[in-house]
């Protein structure tokens, strides 16, 4: 059918014909399930929890027994047997359950568990077609009025599966940790590009959902990343690459844009089904990612999503066109949004509402400003793909986290290391220093660095930026009442399956002292 058409389609049918055109491969499986033997083991995907409460998780697993043609499933529900216990024998079962894997979820479960005790650990496990699969280990948070402590945790993004192993993943499994905080770039879509270290076993990509499916198994057959999220609870958000590079989400719904939409629909579909989040399940091209996640108050995470609501993204200025200020004038426009008014006014009054010591924004994209022209004279300010694009966004989250208790602003996508200090305005040499962002390089994207860095000269252009770094890792943290500790984890390759892994520099962020300071 053609735009014409259709002229008097209205937008709550034309969102009812996404959803329903999004759901067309998976239909089926409204009749009883029958019981069903696989002779192929159908936990191939391993398992997973995330988004931990003081009394739960959420458990995941998705039956595959043939994960990189479609899953391999019948199209029938499927009972899938759960247990969580309190030992890792699987003695000491806690609570246990049956839940449907459905056709229409690729035959995933998410399975919300309560009832849990409160900051401890717990082991799971999942049944179904006479197979069982992995044990996984999870754990649950405080109880809002305990004072906790310390809270563990490691963050990372950007895991392009063709350009190097997953060594990060190997090390990140053996660390001690309560939680994976992972910030983007969970998948690469498309054909795959750069210097391969390996490559997709299905060649070709249409952005429907069965693309986004098998780039997904392709990715979770990965034995390391599955012992990782087998290791810890995750808590995920999304970026660019899990639907298109450098896609912009914050356009209407209406047949003009339907192609946009049915593939985000098809991307959010299987972004939920491969990973271990709350309901509600999408709804077409709408999946609210954006949440909070606490440890009592000790801390709590406010996880971010800046692709669904954001404008579009500006170009580079022509020279002639730059204001004097370094940013391209339409960056300037405070009509732009990074996150769209509801989830901005959400993170501006959680914010303003938190007891926690430590607030920590969890989030996908380079948030301090940087000057990338060489030229002393000259300022280029970079606003394509991140926070310099949509200043007057950053500036509102800015002023808040000056008047908030330790923020700290966790970042990915750049496939380097950054620590910055930052400040309500940093054209101003005065302009206090209200928190620090800790920026992650890649798991494995772009693969081994041509020249190793790990050296580091104060920048006269960028004078709050205290750190840089382009090893492949992640970010260990451990916080407590009285400091942040953040390790800069590194991998000597991802060109090979295995390696070592070593600290590059060690930060300290004190309480009620802004600022990330080098050990």
């Known amino acids: 059918m053609s735009v014409s058409d259709t002229p008097t389609l209205t937008r709550r049918a034309f969102i009812a014909r996404l959803a329903a055109l999004a759901a067309m491969s998976q239909v089926g499986g409204c009749t009883e399930p029958r019981p069903l033997k696989l002779d192929t083991d159908p ?179 990965d034995r390391d990343l599955q012992a990782a999220h087998a290791a810890f609870p995750w808590i995920v958000t999304w970026d660019d690459h899990e639907v298109e590079n450098n896609y912009a989400g914050g356009i209407d719904k209406d047949e003009l844009h339907k192609a946009a939409l049915l593939q985000r629909a098809a991307a959010y579909q299987a972004f939920y089904e491969h990973m271990p989040l709350r309901g509600p399940r999408p709804e077409g091209p709408d999946l609210r990612v954006y949440r909070s996640v606490s440890s009592a108050d000790l801390v709590t995470f406010y996880v971010l999503d800046t692709r669904q609501y954001r404008s579009p993204e500006v170009s580079l200025c022509p020279e002639q066109d730059e204001a004097p200020s370094g940013y391209c004038p339409a960056s300037l426009d405070p009509k732009r949004t990074m996150l769209g008014a509801e989830q901005r006014a959400w993170l501006l009054g959680s914010l303003g509402g938190s007891r926690a010591t430590w607030n920590v924004v969890a989030q996908s994209v380079r948030f301090a400003q940087q000057d990338s022209n060489p030229d002393p004279a000259k300022h280029t300010f970079d606003g394509v793909d991140n926070w310099m694009g949509y200043v007057s966004d950053r500036q509102a989250i800015l002023e808040q986290l000056a008047r908030t208790r330790n923020p700290v602003v966790l970042s990915g996508d750049s496939h380097v290391n950054f620590v910055y200090d930052l400040k309500p305005d940093f054209a101003d040499p005065r302009s206090p220093t209200i928190g620090a962002e800790l920026l992650g390089t890649s798991i494995s994207s772009e693969g081994d660095p041509a020249v190793p860095a790990t050296q580091f000269d104060p920048s006269t252009k960028n004078p709050h930026l205290r750190f840089f770094d382009n090893h492949r890792g992640y970010v260990r943290c451990a916080l407590d009442r009285a400091k942040l500790v953040a390790d800069f984890r590194a991998v000597s390759t991802v060109l090979r399956p295995t390696a070592a892994v070593s600290t590059t520099a060690t930060f300290v962020i004190e309480d009620g002292r802004p600022g990330a300071r080098r050990a």
């Not at 479609?70 to 079962?93: E, N, S, T």
């Not at 496990?125 to 006479?130: I, K, V, W």
């Not at 310390?150 to 090390?171: K, M, V």
């Open 43 to 221: 936990f191939t995907l391993g398992v997973a929890s995330g988004d931990p409460s003081p009394d739960g998780a959420v458990l995941w697993t998705r039956l595959a027994p043939d994960p990189l043609h479609g899953g391999g499933m019948p199209a029938q529900p499927v009972d899938v047997a759960w247990q969580i216990a309190r030992d890792d024998a699987m003695k000491d079962v806690a609570r246990s359950g049956t839940a449907k894997a459905l056709p229409a979820l690729a035959h995933s479960v998410h399975v919300e568990v309560t009832g849990l005790e409160p900051d401890r650990p717990y082991w799971y496990r999942f049944r179904a077609a006479g197979a069982e699969s992995p044990v996984g280990r999870t754990r649950t948070t405080p109880a809002p009025g305990a004072s906790p402590q310390t809270f563990r945790f490691a963050f990372a993004s950007c895991q392009n599966y063709t350009q190097g192993y997953y060594t990060a993943h190997a090390n990140l499994a053996r660390e001690d940790l309560d939680a994976v905080v992972f910030l983007g770039d969970y998948i690469y879509e498309g054909t795959a590009r750069g210097n391969l270290v390996r490559d997709y076993e299905r060649r070709g990509w249409g952005f429907g959902l069965s693309d986004y499916r098998d780039r997904y198994a392709q990715y979770k057959i």
